[in-house]
């Protein structure tokens, strides 16, 4: 219905407005200027007409675009101003007529739901929908239908090129019992709004993963702690030397647990920042197992579980591999088979695994006759923190690392790590990794194993900022039989360093000057102490660490918490080195 307040204007009567007005307003400008002074009559009028219709004809185009633009502008029906709106905005329209099922889509529409024809039939932009969503559509077509009110839908149409959209569909009733919708793409909204819910749970993930760490780790390391607390406690007032010493292995077990504890994280931590480091070298797989499994006997022995381990015969004798990082794989799955086996045996099984023409792959197998896992923990085995607590108690219960490790190490070999398990049937764990057939070289004698006994008597100065540690040091020291120095920090140690020591312990994080600094200080003192042998002190335990020190100008290096046999043996290699450098600079007599 056209609105009682629309202009009527004659078909005409604009170009009758536009030549009349032309040809007056050019008469007047290109009259003679005596006109405007006396009556004219019209052989003066006849005289100005050429002049005029000049005129006329220049202004005559202006005139008429602008009475165009005021018959567009006027004649314009104020129903069209919303659907330029519309337009201007994106959003489509579709008419709905639920009498006949038939939908009149305008242009925005069809391009928004990916339809052709204006005009189509309901089923035609239900085939565009995806099926979860149609449901929800028809049901909510139906409420505005019935209720009188507006409502929202929100569906996904795909496209004939394939692509998925995201549509709002704003529905209304009009008279008539017919609908109109509104219709705007909101995909991108929608990706936003998924991108943020998934950034969303990761976060909440990565706290709740946080807190389970942190409780898993309090617990961890405050059960050793208790027994080496208490162990020492009990020593205190303790006569009997058999009982101290009970109570001492007890105490250096319960430290070696918390120890071990602090290197699965720092080993899981290194293997999720991709800081593992390979370094193939020739291996006998046999001697590797042999020795894995020797490790681990002491942990079976006191249950009656029997340790066995094969090696099939179309195995290589030497392969191309890193063997700490299958030693570290294998420990973690032995001591894992170990922690749930309390009688049978465990089984380790070492066969060549397909591969691909002219490769090698090995297949390493430890069976064992333990509790099983159920199928919820078998499924979650390899993720981190993850502990059977349903394998009863009384057992070791770990971090929860040590499988997510050996994924890891798996996996940066290029190789792969299962297990299979059952409640009360044991488990399997198969790990496949690519290896390098390795030439045998000629037999040799086998070198000398390094002595880990104290060298001789050395004088030693040991900087240190931490009392304790300084304690412990000294006193290992002066148990050896060395002669100790001590001082707090890098600038006492190179103030000291030109005193005739043998070799500096350096610890690396001190006050006022870092061990790295001190040591780099000594080395270009120019005096004859930039040639001591200076160890490194540090709890930093990473091979990356290891070489800014020795970089540094260290010799070697001993990571907390000290061992005395890794201590005597830096002391010795450095006694070996002090030696060979005075022969080596000995004057040669005639």
Not at 505 to 529: F, W, Y
Not at 557 to 585: D, F, M, T
Request: proline content about 6%; aromatic content about 4%.
């Amino acid at each position: 219905m056209k609105s009682s307040l629309q202009p009527r204007i004659p078909k005409y009567l604009p170009v009758v407005v536009i030549a009349g007005a032309s040809f007056l307003v050019g008469f007047a400008i290109t009259r003679p200027p005596d006109l405007g002074r006396a009556p004219i009559g019209a052989a003066e009028w006849i005289a100005a007409l050429p002049a005029s219709l000049a005129a006329v004809t220049v202004l005559a185009g202006a005139l008429a675009a602008a009475g165009l633009l005021v018959r567009r502008v006027l004649g314009t029906r104020p129903e069209a101003a919303p659907a330029l709106a519309l337009e201007a905005a994106g959003i489509g329209t579709r008419e709905i007529d639920p009498e006949t099922g038939m939908l009149s889509c305008d242009a925005r529409a069809r391009d928004l739901l990916g339809l052709t024809e204006r005009r189509c039939a309901e089923a035609d932009w239900l085939a565009r929908m995806r099926p979860e969503d149609r449901t929800e559509a028809l049901d909510q077509t139906r409420r505005a239908r019935g209720s009188g009110r507006s409502v929202a839908i929100l569906y996904r149409v795909t496209l004939p090129d394939g692509r998925t959209r995201w549509i709002e569909d704003m529905l209304a009733p009009i008279p008539g019992g017919r609908l109109i919708a509104l219709l705007r793409d909101v995909t991108e909204q929608r990706e936003a709004a998924e991108r943020l819910r998934l950034r969303q749970g990761q976060a909440e993930a990565t706290a709740e993963e946080t807190a389970r760490f942190l409780a898993v780790m309090s617990h961890e390391i405050r059960t050793p702690m208790t027994c080496v607390l208490g162990m020492l406690d009990l020593l205190t007032d303790e006569p009997d030397a058999r009982t101290r010493a009970e109570r001492l292995e007890i105490a250096r077990r319960s430290a070696g647990a918390l120890l071990a504890i602090l290197n699965d994280v720092l080993a899981f931590s290194r293997a999720e920042g991709g800081r593992f480091e390979l370094r193939p070298v020739p291996t006998e797989p046999g001697r590797l197992v042999a020795e894995v499994m020797d490790m681990m006997l002491p942990r079976v022995e006191p249950k009656g579980v029997a340790l066995d381990w094969t090696i099939a015969p179309d195995v290589p004798e030497r392969v191309l591999t890193d063997p700490g990082r299958i030693r570290q794989i294998l420990v973690n799955l032995v001591g894992n088979a170990a922690k749930f086996t309390d009688q049978g045996e465990i089984a380790l099984r070492v066969e060549r695994a397909d591969a691909p023409p002219g490769r090698m792959a090995l297949a390493f197998e430890v069976r064992d006759s333990g509790v099983g896992m159920a199928p919820d923990v078998l499924e979650r085995v390899f993720d981190r923190f993850v502990r059977d607590e349903s394998a009863g108690a009384g057992r070791e219960a770990g971090t929860g690392l040590g499988l997510a490790i050996s994924r890891h190490l798996a996996q940066l070999m290029g190789g792969t790590i299962e297990m299979t398990s059952a409640p009360g049937a044991g488990s399997v764990a198969r790990f496949v990794i690519p290896v390098e057939r390795a030439d045998a070289p000629a037999r040799e004698a086998p070198p000398a194993e390094e002595s880990t006994e104290a060298p001789g008597p050395l004088r030693v100065l040991v900087a240190e900022d931490n009392a304790t540690n300084r304690y412990l040091v000294r006193a290992l020291l002066e148990r050896e039989g060395h002669e100790v120095t001590t001082v707090a920090d890098g600038i006492e140690a190179v103030a000291a360093a030109d005193q005739g020591f043998d070799v500096i312990l350096m610890d690396v994080q001190m006050p006022r000057m870092d061990g790295a600094t001190a040591t780099r200080a000594i080395r270009t003192s120019g005096l004859a102490s930039a040639r001591t042998p200076i160890i490194a002190l540090t709890a930093n335990a990473l091979a990356a660490d290891r070489r800014i020190y020795l970089s540094a100008g260290m010799s070697d290096y001993v990571s907390k918490p000290i061992e005395l046999a890794a201590l005597n043996g830096a002391l010795a290699r450095a006694a070996r080195s002090r030696r060979a450098r005075a022969e080596a600079e000995r004057p040669v007599s005639g």
